[in-house]
């Protein structure tokens, strides 16, 4: 007989995907089945296993939802086939998330539940809005209702008596939610505020007050999802606004770096508060052939210097070091040089420190500067992409030094993003552009086409992580607006700041 399987009903917390819980997280990564609803984060399914069976149960337009029945008898079939499974709901499961039918279901059909709570919209929207739902000697007491009855047409009924009331599902309702709270005697002139997509890069904020409100959505032709925040503390949103008052809010920026790369980039952007539409050019690809990287590290001679160019080269290096059964003692009797900070760091993370970290990446002054410091006088390893400019080794070697090239991945274009991105640089929406090497410019401009760059290249800005990459834009009529001072990630989020404020 198979075991049952277990349900858990995990909150996923409101939109921002660092709100789940820890033990969210590793449920999602461990169940076999993932049931999950509309307002659950997409980088959050990013977490499930490869093999998971993934089911989407919410709202969409155009596609038949399941009923609640349906969604009950559901998780509890997969549960009976042995499976574990994880039913994913937008904030917390009990804060009007019908997770307690769920359980109750299970219950009556001898199948276990799990309960794991998640921050729910009702507090956690509020605070990416600047509003704290209590605060002292402003509001002691706060309420969540529904604004969704089953009857549409019925007015909330008793809403209750709190310093601050949140009212989910309520846009829709909200005249008859204003017109209850103003018969029962309320302030007219008491603020307040919708949120929309909270803690999300699409939050949108509407404030107002009990008399101005239903105008102010109006205006702002806001929709659901929304909550409506009602009570003094909304007006603390005018100090204590945070989230949506970063330097980079309301500003898109498209990323072109290889996903393997990128995370450093899209974080600077992000915290600083900028939509980030990752639209990776290229892809990194393992070798067919390792035979040169392989024979170095299995042979006994000996580098003078060993140069790694990118972090990837590093990842790959220690990739093949564990084929071969090997550790890091093949570096030992060598100095390494490390180009550009994301190097250091990778090798760092293997335990290695640089001997030698070039100012600049630029290859002909790494050239230089190796050659300054003896590399003239042994042998030199080089570990790169398999299509990297050859600058360093045809320098190196017209000086007479003994080169040895290892090529240890390779970048292959992708284009897979490139419709999105195209539909926002046509959209108007685009705010930045950012390059990081010369073959990001290059398969970029292949893969959304110069014309469509031409025709809207008054509505964004471009941004090139160094003066390579720079006149390699310039070369393909892509002016940039602003070239990073380093070449580094943090120099170009930088440049991006400077010129965004
Ligand atoms: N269980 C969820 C609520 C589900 S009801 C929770 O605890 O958050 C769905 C309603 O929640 C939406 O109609 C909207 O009113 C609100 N909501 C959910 N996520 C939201 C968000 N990110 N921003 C604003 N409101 C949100």
Not at 22 to 41: E, I, K, P, Q, S
Not at 97 to 123: D, K, M, Q
Request: glycine fraction near 8%.
């Amino acid at each position: 007989m198979t075991m049952i399987g277990t349900v858990y009903l995990v909150g996923a917390g409101p939109g921002d995907a660092g709100l789940m819980t820890v033990r969210g997280r590793d449920l999602v990564a461990a169940c076999d089945v993932v049931v999950y609803d509309r307002l659950v984060g997409k980088e959050i399914l990013d977490w499930c296993r490869a093999d998971v069976e993934m089911i989407f149960v919410g709202k969409e337009a155009g596609r038949h939802s399941m009923t609640q029945d349906e969604i009950n008898a559901l998780l509890v079939e997969k549960a009976r086939q042995g499976q574990s499974v994880c039913r994913l709901k937008g904030g917390d499961p009990f804060v009007f998330g019908r997770g307690g039918e769920e359980a109750l279901f299970c219950l009556e059909n001898s199948v276990p539940f799990e309960i794991v709570p998640g921050v729910t919209s009702a507090i956690a929207a509020p605070a990416y809005a600047g509003i704290p739902v209590t605060h002292r000697g402003v509001a002691t007491s706060f309420a969540v209702v529904t604004g969704h009855t089953k009857d549409d047409d019925a007015p909330p009924e008793n809403l209750p008596v709190a310093d601050t009331l949140v009212c989910l599902m309520g846009v829709r309702a909200l005249p008859k939610i204003v017109a209850a709270l103003l018969a029962r005697g309320e302030n007219p002139d008491k603020p307040v505020a919708l949120v929309r997509w909270g803690t999300t890069e699409n939050q949108q904020v509407v404030t107002g007050t009990l008399q101005t409100i239903e105008a102010e959505v109006e205006k702002a032709q806001l929709k659901p999802p929304a909550l409506i925040i009602i009570g003094d503390v909304v007006n603390l949103r005018e100090q204590m606004r945070w989230f949506d008052a970063r330097p980079l809010w309301g500003q898109t920026v498209i990323v072109t770096r290889a996903r393997e790369q990128a995370s450093g980039l899209v974080a600077g952007l992000r915290e600083r508060g900028a939509r980030v539409i990752q639209c990776p050019t290229i892809r990194v690809e393992n070798l067919d052939d390792y035979t040169i990287l392989d024979d170095v590290l299995n042979g006994f001679q000996a580098y003078e210097w060993v140069v790694f160019t990118s972090a990837n080269g590093v990842e790959k290096y220690w990739d093949r070091l564990a084929v071969a059964g090997l550790d890091s003692r093949p570096l030992c009797s060598s100095q390494i040089a490390a180009i550009g900070p994301a190097t250091v760091a990778a090798l760092k993370a293997h335990g290695v420190n640089a001997d030698f970290v070039p100012e600049t990446s630029i290859s002909e002054s790494v050239a230089e500067d190796l050659l300054l410091r003896g590399a003239r006088h042994g042998r030199t390893l080089l570990v790169r992409a398999l299509e990297g400019r050859d600058v360093i080794e045809k320098m190196l070697r017209a000086e007479g030094v003994e080169v040895v090239v290892a090529p240890c991945y390779r970048t292959v274009p992708d284009t897979s993003q490139a419709e999105e991105a195209k539909a926002e640089i046509e959209a108007g929406r685009v705010s930045w552009i950012t390059f990081t090497s010369t073959s990001t410019v290059q398969n970029f401009v292949d893969a959304i086409g110069a014309d469509t760059i031409a025709a809207h290249r008054d509505k964004f800005r471009v941004a090139c992580i160094g003066p390579i990459t720079a006149r390699t834009a310039e070369q393909l009529n892509i002016k940039p607006d602003a070239v990073a001072e380093n070449a580094s990630v943090e120099a170009l989020v930088k440049v991006i700041l400077e010129s965004a404020t």
